[in-house]
T-cell receptor, first 113, second 113 residues
Framework: ETGVTQTPRHLVMGMTNKKSLKCEQH?????MYWYKQSAKKPLELMFV???????ENNSVPSRFSPECPNSSHLFLHLHTLQPEDSALYLC????????????FGSGTRLTVV | SQELEQSPQSLIVQEGKNLTINCTSS?????LYWYKQKYGEGLIFLMM?????EEKSHEKITAKLDEKKQQSSLHITASQPSHAGIYLC?????????????FGQGTRLTINP
């Protein structure tokens, strides 16, 4: 247990479904992140929230919609996904200053059918 | 944008042998992080290097930062089955505002008994 909890661990959804991924941290960190990890590709930064404000959106399709209601919680809302969106989605948190690094959750393995 | 290249991409070694993984950056390194990932799980922080020439060790794992070469190496001495996994390097691009780590593609390490 790293201090960053992601649920669910596994998710299978159809292309017409709507689902949400949840991330929770109680480390007192003020920045939270969503990364996508696909096979044979480097980790891709999707969204960054600093002090509950979105500060990065790396050209992510609108079918992915993040939400950060407070500094401890981060959601990724999913709708009308494509099979190529199947991947491991990782949440991380950090103190928002250089040199601090991240604490990662265990990830959600998403399969779109 | 900063890119990190890791070598080798995969490595199979006999238990008890030493090994080295390299991470080369396309730009100046201001902070370099090493993480380990078990298949399908989150990343576990190993160590962080910030200054050129810096070297850190934890148990049988040693990491060094060569600022001039824009490179870091991770060395494992007397490898054990518990060292198996995917090793990723991450770099802090030294941007203002929230941290946005970029990662290499990972090195998959297999330890044969």
């Amino acid at each position: 247990e790293t201090g960053v909890t992601q649920t669910p661990r596994h998710l299978v959804m159809g292309m017409t479904n709507k689902k949400s991924l949840k991330c929770e941290q109680h480390l007192g960190h003020n920045a939270m992140y969503w990364y996508k990890q696909s096979a044979k590709k480097p980790l891709e930064l999707m969204f960054v929230y600093s002090l509950e404000e979105r500060v990065e959106n790396n050209s992510v399709p609108s079918r992915f919609s993040p939400e950060c209601p407070n500094s401890s919680h981060l959601f990724l809302h999913l709708h009308t996904l494509q099979p190529e969106d199947s991947a491991l989605y990782l949440c991380a948190s950090s103190q928002d200053r250089l040199g601090y690094g991240y604490t990662f959750g265990s990830g959600t393995r998403l399969t779109v059918v | 944008s900063q890119e990190l290249e890791q070598s080798p991409q995969s490595l199979i070694v006999q238990e008890g042998k030493n090994l080295t993984i390299n991470c080369t950056s396309s730009k100046t390194l201001y902070g370099l992080y090493w993480y380990k990932q078990k298949y399908g799980e989150g990343l576990i922080f190993l160590m962080m290097l910030q200054k050129g020439g810096e070297e850190k060790s934890h148990e049988k794992i040693t990491a060094k930062l060569d600022e001039k070469k824009q490179q870091s190496s991770l060395h494992i001495t007397a490898s054990q089955p518990s060292h198996a996994g995917i090793y990723l390097c991450g770099a802090d691009p030294q941007t203002q505002g929230a941290q946005k780590l970029v990662f290499g593609q990972g090195t998959r390490l297999t330890i044969n008994p």
